[in-house]
């Protein structure tokens, strides 16, 4: 028996990506509406209700009402929109984030898909505070650059308009409000907000995040190799998040944020300086893959029982 999915906001970039991981998977079966019913409500809640799993790929007051029309309670949901990230009854679609957490979305009827940003920021910080590493209460700053496609289609149709006139490098979440940061201070582990400044770049896909890290400042200073080993025990089994060897680099062609393109994966790079007392730990990931459809692909796999990886390509 398949799995019947209607992906609500199948026309947006999200909406799009996860339809093409799907439309060829016999397990799945698609609930689609014409054009002429995309944004119908009544059409909406017939699909909805009818679905087994729906996908909303909507702006948060539209995925609100999406959630508010469901009346049948076999129907669960993955919502991609922030509106749910860290609401009450919602289990949070991160995988990785702590053992046990890829059980808890298996079992969940509301699984609210990760933001782009937050999963690198997650899964560098997290694992050490867990480990007893980092404080909870330790100052943080995430620096983050992503393809101009996380800004959706208006800033998409921007940046393809005006080309080379356009910014190579946009700061933005400018005010300290980003609507990121709640789900990073819910769910890293931290007990202070992030500073977090991040940009666009003047490219489509693939994003890169930096945590720099004045190990000097705690009592009992790590060493990088002290950081390296607990993110690389954490996630010594995971399918789908790496971390590099120890290495000194200086540069290198596979920290870059569009290497990941296309995939569902997640790289975590220790570059560290003891003598400094200083650590940056760099996650790169693709923006539109396990910072968006491809991670909500991998919440669908595991709520319909199925290997998470199907469908799905590792980088």
């Known amino acids: 028996m398949t799995t019947q999915v209607f992906i609500d906001g199948e026309a947006g970039t999200t909406g799009l990506q996860i339809r093409e991981r799907l439309e060829n998977r016999a397990d799945i079966s698609l609930i689609q509406l014409d054009d002429a019913r995309r944004k119908d409500a009544d059409a909406r809640k017939t699909a909805l209700n009818s679905a087994d799993i729906v996908i909303l790929c909507l ?102 308009a005006e080309g080379s006139t356009m910014p190579p490098y946009l700061p933005y979440g400018l005010t300290l409000e980003h ?35 004045q190990l000097w400042a705690l009592e009992d200073e790590p060493t990088g190799a002290d950081i390296h080993a607990v993110l690389a025990e954490r996630y010594a089994n995971s399918t789908f998040v790496k ?5 000194a680099l200086e540069r290198s062609t596979e920290i870059t944020p569009e290497v990941l393109n296309g995939t569902n994966s997640l790289h975590l790079h220790v570059c560290a300086n003891d003598e400094t007392g200083q650590v940056i730990l760099l996650s790169v990931y693709d923006n539109l893959g396990k910072g968006a459809s491809g991670a909500a692909v991998q919440n669908l796999n595991l709520m319909t029982g199925m290997d998470e990886s199907t469908g799905l390509t590792k980088g």
């Open 59 to 160: 702006p948060d007051a539209a995925a609100k009402e999406a959630v508010a029309w469901l009346d049948n309670p076999k129907t669960r949901v993955i919502d991609a929109s922030s509106a749910h990230r860290v609401a009450d009854g919602w289990t949070y679609g991160f995988a990785e984030m702590a053992p046990g957490q890829a059980d808890a979305i298996a079992r969940a009827r509301f699984v609210s898909n990760p933001g782009c940003y937050p999963q690198g920021f997650i899964a560098s910080v997290r694992p050490l505070i867990e480990a007893g590493l980092l404080p909870a209460d330790f100052p943080l700053t995430y620096n983050a650059i992503s393809g101009y496609s996380g800004g959706g289609k208006a800033m998409i149709a921007d940046f393809e």
């Open 179 to 213: 609507k990121h940061l709640p789900e990073m201070l819910s769910y890293a582990g931290i007990v202070h907000q992030p500073v977090f400044q991040p940009a666009v770049g003047r490219y489509a896909q693939g994003m890169i995040g930096a945590v720099p890290l």
């Open 243 to 247: 971390v590099a060897p120890l290495i």
